[in-house]
């Protein structure tokens, strides 16, 4: 069930993204033609600007979509009158959720696929064939200074995907408690997600006002200095605070999905 509760989310999505995607695609390759076969068209070109302002606005709807559908999706599916037919289905809160949450992240991080592919695609066909051998050597050579570091990228990289987990479940979190509002429910989701960062900004200074704590978590961040070893315990130490934030946030989401549940 839980991947068809996925599926259902990919076409969900995919009727607003994917549109939005092959426009980026197409504003790219008519920039990188552009810069490739007529230079003059840059320089103080207003179509040219006008078509640089799309492909950046197009940019940015890809984040502000993402984010929307994703909110829309829970709160419409869940704590929306569609949730009356959700909650009907034999699936537990949390596989509903979980699917949510998947199809969320895959669609985030389509869009920063599709936002740095449509860069790439610009500079590859904008740039001529010098610059563009050029910009392959510069890149292996990249690639072989920073391999010793592998492992370490890519604990980043987990890092990365595990903080837009995060974001998205205190999201969810803000989204189920603001719900128990019987009026003006997106104001107190907004209220709430204020509410967690400044309970989050407190936490952080009360663990600054700890010395032995905090001396502890300074020499865990700055670790062995680069060069040398990568230092390993900084992002160790922030993929475990970032997991205990999706733990909280996820029990709170639930909860209030599941146990305090006041549909429209």
Do not use: C
Not at 5 to 20: D, N, Q
Not at 127 to 132: L, P
Not at 164 to 191: D, E, K, N, T
Not at 239 to 254: N, P, R, S, Y
């Amino acid at each position: 069930m839980l991947g068809k509760l996925i599926g259902y989310e990919m076409k969900a999505y995919s009727r607003i993204m994917v549109p939005i995607f092959i426009a980026v695609a197409a504003l790219s390759v008519i920039i990188g033609l552009g810069l490739r076969f007529i230079p003059e068209w840059v320089g103080g070109n207003v179509l040219f600007a006008l078509t640089l302002i799309l492909y950046i606005g197009l940019l940015v709807a890809i984040a502000v979509m993402t984010t929307i559908l994703g909110i829309n999706r829970y709160y419409g599916n869940l704590l929306g009158r569609e949730g009356y037919f959700m909650f009907s289905l034999p699936v537990k809160t949390s596989t509903m959720m979980l699917a949510k949450t998947i199809g969320a992240l895959i669609w985030t991080v389509l869009g920063a696929i599709v936002g740095g592919a449509s860069i790439a695609l610009i500079s590859v066909i904008g740039f001529n064939t010098k610059d563009y051998a050029e910009i392959i050597n510069a890149f292996k050579m990249l690639l072989t200074e920073i391999k010793p570091y592998t492992g370490y990228f890519i604990l980043w990289v987990i890092v990365i995907i595990m903080a837009v987990i995060q974001l998205i479940v205190q999201v969810y979190a803000a989204v189920s408690i603001g719900s128990q509002w019987s009026g003006h429910r997106l104001i107190g989701s907004i209220l709430v997600y204020i509410g967690f960062e400044i309970i989050e900004a407190i936490i952080a200074t009360i663990i600054r006002a700890i010395h032995p704590l905090a001396n502890w978590i300074e020499r865990v961040m700055t670790g062995t200095s680069w060069g040398t070893t990568p230092n390993y315990g900084a992002p160790i130490l922030i993929l475990v605070l970032i997991l205990v934030e999706i733990v909280i946030f996820w029990v709170i989401a639930w909860y209030f999905t599941d146990r305090k549940l006041n549909l429209e």
